[in-house]
């Protein structure tokens, strides 16, 4: 027998004792996962745009960012749900051809009653309190000066009107998304304590008129090859969706054989079950996860950071265990007439909208699905339909890749039968395939494959007919599953015969 070593002279003379290390049967894997969050920051924040940075608290990233802005509000509702995983970001500035979003609010009369009127921005609440004495234009000046005194808001307000009873919102980003910052008044309402003082009569301007997103091409480039495996994205334009999915797709992006680095991109939309899922018929990405919901007071980016949490949190423990009845944290629910039944939720789900449902107090995710819909010939297909497939495939494949490169990464290649001595660094096809078979069978215990001898039977692992350094091999794991549909027939009896 003869032992090969890798830094060992064999010529050397000096006496007495050397020693090299050699870890590569001393393999445990353990997945490293990171997050990122792609969003906007205000032009006078320090750090750089596009440029991706560390981020470990909501207080850090108001100072990198800008207090009150998009990554600022997006990393503040991701530590809600994950404050363990690494989360970096990336920042973009508004885009220069761009339009903030506008809105208002006018009070239209005072109130006959003191008391304390609750204004949601955002979802975020400003109280404020109300006198009898109070005139409309006293109200609206107190309003704004409480919405200033809160930098933590996306909106900047003045007070306006021929008798300065109006207060403005502007946006403090440019963009489209600025038209999703909801305002209300008493969200939980008479059940909640939030009453209005008797009289106090106020009319809102939803905001509107803002376009213009950044353009994501930059920052999706200044990430690189680093890993992160969860990204949350403020933006559901097509063309920044179009940027995401060739940067994840499996041609040229993270997906592809070349690259490896298996990203999955979360963002959310908030429309009609109509435009939800005419919006979600346009796309057919294995690699992005939209959430679909109406009328909810926190914005789609918050949302989206909120699912990439959620994922980030979960999936780092078990990528097959599906997501469903997790609690989305810091997400204000829709109100009770504006959330989707059961089956208009069955027609999102068909359209390429992942879903939540409202229970206990909270929204919590019920499908985290991708908007994969078909195949190349325009044909249904179920394929990559839900995102744990890819999460899973992904964790497959990384521990089957960390496992072959620890184990043999300078080795010889030989045919089957090669008789070469013990000991000597050199692989054959036949030892490459008992280590695919042992790995497969060390993910099995991990619950994340099934049907072993299935997968033994049609494993192939083969050296090239035309690169002798080379060898193939055709991998062929069945996932696991995650248990979604429980059906029952309830064949009831009113009594059972006594025999």
Known sequence: ?????????????????????????????????????????????????????????????????????????????????????????????????????????????????????????????????????????????????????????????????????????????????????????????????????????????????????????????????????????????????????????????????????????????????????????????????CYGVYDSPTPTYEAAAIWTGIAAKHISIDPARPLQTLPMVGFLSPPEASRFTISERNILLHSGIATSYVEGGYSRIERAITTYQENSYGEPDASYLDANTLFTLAYVLDYLRAGITQKYPRHKLANDGTRFGAGQAIVTPKIIKAEIIASYGRLEERALVENREAFIDNLIVERSSSNPSRVDVLFPPDLVNQLRILAVLAQFRLQYNAN
């Open 1 to 289: 027998m003869s032992i090969s070593f890798n830094q060992m002279p064999a010529d050397i003379r000096v006496p007495l004792f050397y020693a090299e290390v050699d870890n590569s049967q001393a393999f445990s894997f353990e997945g490293n996962y990171r997050a990122l969050l792609i969003g906007q920051r205000f032009a006078v924040a320090p750090i750089a745009v596009n440029t991706p940075v560390l981020v470990s608290s909501a207080d850090q990233a108001g100072q990198y960012f800008g207090k009150g802005s998009m990554l600022h509000r997006m990393v503040t509702a991701y530590i809600k749900n994950n404050d363990y995983t690494e989360l970096w970001c990336v920042a973009l500035d508004d885009d220069g051809s761009g339009v903030a979003a506008t809105g208002s609010i006018k009070v239209d009369a005072g109130a006959s009653a003191s008391g304390t009127d609750n204004l949601y921005i955002a979802g975020q609440r400003i109280r404020y309190g109300v006198a009898s004495t109070d005139t409309p234009a006293a109200l609206a000046t107190a309003i704004a000066a409480a919405i200033t005194a809160d930098s933590n808001l996306p909106v900047a307000a003045v007070v306006n009107g021929s008798d300065n009873s109006q207060v403005d919102f502007t946006a403090r980003h440019k963009g489209e998304v600025g038209n999703g910052i909801d305002i209300r008044r008493n969200y939980y309402g008479v059940v909640g304590g939030e009453v209005s003082p008797t009289g106090l009569d106020i009319s809102i301007t939803a905001m509107s008129g803002g376009s213009g997103n950044p353009d994501i091409s930059t920052a999706v480039a200044a990430v690189g090859d680093e890993p992160y495996r969860f990204i949350g994205m403020a933006y559901t334009d097509a063309a920044n969706l179009a940027v995401m999915q060739t940067f994840l797709d499996d041609v040229t992006g993270r997906w592809s054989p070349l690259q490896q680095n298996y990203s999955h991109c979360f963002t959310a939309r908030s429309d009609t079950l109509g435009s939800l899922n005419t919006f979600g018929e346009t796309r057919n990405d294995p690699h992005t996860t």
